[in-house]
Each structure stands twice: as structure tokens, then as C-alpha cells.
């Protein structure tokens, strides 16, 4: 596969230049769009399941997803009272180096971290469930700087911690710490200082991840927070556009942007979803709708042409249309989970039972090709947690995640 050629979303975004198209530096993926790079995987497994390759049993406890870069995989979890930043080789699941990231964060729905990496060239950026920020040498974990966004950047620690990935954008990594200083943050990706605040935006983090547009041939930040979604530049932090989100009780998926402009966001909690147009220069927005059709509580939303597919909480796996906002089919064939999406399937999971299915991303209806089930699964999961880290397929490779038992599976066409 395209290997040695540059994917066109990091030439644009100006991010992750030296990224390789079979790579997945980010969380969601070079452009956040959660879309592979893969072409020519497999259209039906056999009928136990893809093969696995390998399973890591040291990933330690936490929801943290992957980064797979130059044939490494980082992630975050737990060991004892420390969670920790790590790489393993993603050809044979064997452990490479892990650096420390900040005491235990403690819930009730698991222990753990709860965000992905970020990498950009030879350095790595992981953010613990206490707020703690590190950058890391690639090369071996060395820690290059940390910052609190707690105890640093005046941040307020949210009920399940935070879980946002940090954002490369240039010579910046864009973080939410939020708080009376500023939602966001502009920090030197080089050392950690702070080079603007979002002053007249205040509002506490959620657990959302921020994405780029293109607004007017510039760069635009979108961050989605509890009442509120946003634009802003990420050179400067000045705030472009703001808008009212009915968020409540936790607000979680990252935006979703179109080629064209067009802005959706949702959440969980009966909250719904929303979609907004991004005027051509970047200063306002206009709503498009608002209803309860998408009601994602953390599990995510893909946009595949003209259509978001996700799972819509309390009702069952959804097809919307981008630009109505109308439900085109649904289907209770699979219980709540994460998707994902690479070379015209979905790959959607459920978090309770472990089971993949791989549907065909199609408006047309719930077309479901093959299923199998995650083994092994973890026996140190809370009681209260299920499976939440998302499926990331890279390389011909799938990975899925269950706390400290990190697999991969072969996907790829023969």
C-alpha cells in the first residue's frame, strides 16, 4: 500500500508533515475524520473471526486508544499507582518503553487514563486522567517536558477525568484544560509554554476532542464543551464563532466537519445532535438543524459521503443524513458501541459482549458481512466499565482493546 506517500489531509491541515499514509498518528487519525488509510482489506471474515496476530497483555487498566507510527503503537493504562505512557512494536506486540504520566486517576467505571496519543515526528504527547501532559522521546520515552493542566493551567478536573487528545497544529499542541483563564490552550509543542488562553472563553473542559477545519483557506479549530461548540484560529486563540449546544451531564464525541463546511456535533444523555454551516470566512456560523435522530454517547460518528453513521443512544446503530439531519435507516442488530470506518465498511463494536461486526457503509440499510467476538477479554475490568476503547484498523492490521489486553488482527485482502 501508499506507504511512502504523504497523506493529503496532513499536507493541508499542516500537521504531522512527515507522516506516512499507512500510519494513524492521532487520535481518529491524521485528519480526526476516523477513517483508514487501508485500501484492499477484506470484505468478509472467515467464520471464526480474522486471525490474531498477537495479544499484549501489558497495556495496563484505562480506556486509552492508539497510535500505530513507523511500525510503533502508543498508548496509555495503569500499572499500580501510575499510569504511563508506552510504545510497542505493532509487529509483534512487544514492549518498546513506557514513561510515567501521573498518579492513578480513580472512577468507578474503571481506573485509568482515557486519552490518545499525539504523534508528531519524534516526539509523542499523552495526556493522564489527572491532567497531567507529557512529551516524550518516540525514540525511547525520554520526557522532554510535562505540564499539569490542572495545577499549571488552572484547569478543573471533570467527574471522569479528562480524556481529550491533545492537537498538533504547527508549532502549537492545542489542549482544553478550561477553567477561569481560558477554555483552551495554545502550548509550545517544543516546551510546554503557554502561548495563549482562550480569555473570553471560560467554560469548563468536557471530554471532547478538538478537530481542524478549513475556514476561508485558513485553519480553524472545533471544540465542542457542555453548552457550547466553537471556532477559533489555533495561531492565536482568538475566538471566531461560538454556539449554543444543549449539552448535559457529559458531552463526549468529537466533531465531525465536511469538505464543504458543514459542522455536526452530538451527544449523549438525550442531548441529540446538531449541524451548523461554516460561513466562507470563518466568522459565523448558520444552524442547519437540531434534533434527537443521533444521540452518541461516546462511542463516536463517522461521516462516509453524505451520510453519519454511529450509534444513537437508547435506540439502536443509525444512518443520517448529513444535510437533512433525517434518519435513513436503523438497526438494533448489534448492541451500543464504538465504529470505525476503512475502505467501505464499518467496523462497529459492542461494548458490552466484545462482539466486531463489519457492515458495509452504505445508506441503504444495515448490510452486515461478518462478525466475530474479542478474545481474550479482560477479567480486571470494573463492574461498572465495558469495552470502550475504539477499533482502529491500520496497516492491513485491526486493534482492539480490552484494559490491559491489547490485540491485533489481520484484516487484509489476500
Known amino acids: 500500500m501508499a506507504a511512502l506517500c504523504t497523506t493529503l489531509a496532513a499536507v493541508t491541515s499542516g500537521t504531522f508533515t512527515s507522516t506516512l499514509a ?33 495479544t499484549y497483555d501489558g497495556a495496563g487498566l484505562g ?35 513506557s514513561a510515567g504520566a ?31 501532559l507529557i512529551c516524550a522521546s518516540t525514540k525511547d520515552g ?10 499549571d493551567l488552572g484547569g478543573k ?5 479528562y480524556t481529550e487528545s491533545p492537537l498538533v497544529v504547527g508549532d502549537l ?14 502550548l509550545d509543542k517544543k516546551t510546554g509554554d503557554v502561548r495563549w488562553r482562550t480569555k473570553d472563553l471560560t467554560d469548563d473542559a468536557q471530554y471532547s476532542s478538538a478537530i481542524l477545519v478549513n475556514a476561508g483557506g485558513r485553519q480553524q479549530a472545533v471544540q465542542l464543551v457542555g453548552k457550547r461548540f466553537f471556532g477559533l484560529d489555533p495561531a492565536t486563540g482568538a475566538v471566531a464563532w461560538r454556539q449554543d449546544f444543549p449539552g448535559r451531564t457529559a ?40 434534533n434527537k435522530v443521533m444521540k452518541n454517547h461516546h462511542g463516536g460518528v463517522v461521516l462516509v459521503g453524505e451520510h453519519i453513521y454511529g450509534h444513537s443512544d437508547g435506540y439502536a446503530w443509525v444512518c443520517q443524513n448529513l444535510k437533512t439531519g433525517q434518519e435513513v435507516w436503523a438497526s438494533k442488530s448489534l448492541g451500543k458501541g464504538a465504529i470505525h470506518y476503512a475502505d467501505g465498511m464499518l467496523y462497529c463494536l459492542d461494548e458490552k459482549t466484545g462482539e466486531v461486526a463489519l457492515v458495509e457503509a452504505s445508506p441503504t440499510a444495515w448490510n452486515e458481512k461478518s462478525r466475530f467476538k474479542l478474545s481474550p477479554q479482560s477479567a480486571q475490568r470494573s463492574k461498572s466499565g465495558a469495552i470502550w476503547t475504539h477499533p482502529v484498523v491500520v496497516d492491513g492490521k485491526l486493534y482492539l482493546r480490552d484494559q490491559e489486553l491489547l490485540s491485533c488482527y489481520d484484516v487484509k485482502g489476500k
Request: aromatic share 10%.
Open 22 to 54: 499507512a500510519d494513524w498518528p492521532q487520535w481518529r487519525g491524521a485528519d480526526r475524520r476516523d477513517h483508514s488509510p487501508d485500501t484492499g482489506l477484506l470484505k468478509q471474515w472467515p467464520a471464526e473471526g480474522p486471525k490474531r496476530l498477537w
Open 63 to 97: 480506556y486509552s486508544g492508539y497510535s500505530i507510527v513507523g511500525g510503533r503503537l502508543y498508548t496509555m493504562g495503569l500499572r499500580g499507582e501510575e499510569e504511563f505512557l508506552m510504545a510497542v512494536d505493532a509487529t509483534n506486540g512487544k514492549a518498546l518503553w
Open 102 to 132: 501521573g498518579p492513578r486517576y480513580a472512577n468507578n467505571w474503571g481506573d485509568g487514563p482515557r486519552s490518545t496519543p499525539t504523534v508528531d515526528g519524534d516526539r509523542v504527547y499523552g495526556l493522564g486522567g489527572q491532567g497531567l
Open 142 to 151: 525520554k520526557i522532554l517536558w510535562k505540564k499539569s493542566l490542572v495545577t
Open 157 to 161: 478536573l471533570q467527574g471522569w477525568g
Open 173 to 186: 499542541i492545542l489542549v482544553t484544560p478550561g477553567g477561569g483563564d481560558g477554555t483552551m490552550a495554545g
Open 251 to 290: 458531552v463526549i464525541p468529537t466533531p465531525v466537519a465536511s469538505p464543504g463546511g458543514q459542522i455536526f456535533i452530538t451527544a449523549g444523555y438525550g442531548a441529540g445532535c446538531q449541524s451548523v454551516q461554516l460561513a466562507a470566512d470563518g466568522k459565523s456560523v448558520t444552524q442547519l438543524y437540531e
